[in-house]
């Protein structure tokens, strides 16, 4: 039984006034990884928003999660955002500090109290994705995949139901790109379900998936030719 953690119906989403896309329906069911491909400011980046409540959506219906979009309040947010791992193209460390306190400071953002507990779920992310040794450097003594690898475990910390990474291998070259990419295919065997924005179509024909298409203010699934 197909089981959605994202349904959106005849969803528009805005920037503005100005429509960047219309009559949406995607949805995404547990353990699957899609792709989110399209031209630059074809509207990956508002579609990734509007799931994660950055952009609130004000026309059709949306649901991720336990979440109903329309009805998202600004103290929502938080709260579907624990549900949610967000993955960006810029990392977005915290640069004053190690990679371990990177990690603490999420999830005492986020409720953690038990320091044992919390030290233990940091182990185990860093474990996911190979990093297990690298919790004491500082995020500019890592290179770019490293530290993209770490944005990735920070994003499983809470242990999210879907994993929305938006290019998260934008910034990275073709062969990190690849270790970056194999991270992401391993969390999703283990029972992930990903949602990943890409301009990069190597990975793609790499490592075939669903794709969904943003062009001319639409969303539609690509197929992908085999061979
Ligand atoms: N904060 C904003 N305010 C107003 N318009 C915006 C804003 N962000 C994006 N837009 C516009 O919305 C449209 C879609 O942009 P979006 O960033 O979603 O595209 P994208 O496909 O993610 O592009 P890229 O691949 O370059 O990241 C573009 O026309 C862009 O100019």
């Known amino acids: 039984m197909p089981n959605p953690i994202l349904q959106l119906k005849n969803v528009s989403i805005y920037q503005g006034d100005s429509l960047v896309l219309s009559n949406v329906n995607v949805e995404i069911n547990k353990g699957d990884f899609v792709y989110l491909i399209g031209k630059t400011g074809s509207g990956k ?3 990734m928003k509007t799931l994660y ?9 949306g649901h991720i999660v336990e979440y109903d979009l329309k009805t998202l309040k600004e103290d929502d947010i938080p709260f579907l955002r624990r549900k949610l791992g967000v993955v960006f193209q810029d990392f977005k460390l915290l640069t004053d500090r190690t990679i371990n306190e990177n ?9 953690w109290k038990d320091q044992n507990q919390m030290n233990t779920r940091v182990e185990e992310v860093l474990a996911k994705v190979d990093m ?3 919790g004491f450097k500082y995020p500019h003594e890592l290179s ?4 993209q690898r770490i944005a ?6 809470n242990n999210p139901e879907l994993i929305l990474a938006d290019e998260p291998t934008g910034n990275l070259d073709p062969q990190t790109s690849i270790e970056v990419m194999e991270v992401l295919q391993e969390i999703n065997k283990n029972g992930n379900t990903i949602l990943m924005a890409t301009h990069d179509y190597a990975l793609l024909l790499k490592y075939p998936s669903k794709t969904l298409k943003c062009d001319d203010n639409q969303v539609y699934e690509v197929v ?3 061979g």
């Not at 990735?152 to 910390?157: K, P, V």
């Open 144 to 147: 770019g995949g490293e530290q």
């Open 53 to 61: 409540g950055d952009l609130s959506l004000t026309e059709g219906e």
């Open 132 to 134: 297990k040794t690298k």
């Open 103 to 111: 990690l603490l400071f999420v999830l005492k953002a986020t409720g």
């Open 152 to 157: 990735i475990a920070r994003a499983l910390l």
């Open 224 to 226: 992908q030719r085999k």
């Open 45 to 47: 980046s508002s579609f």
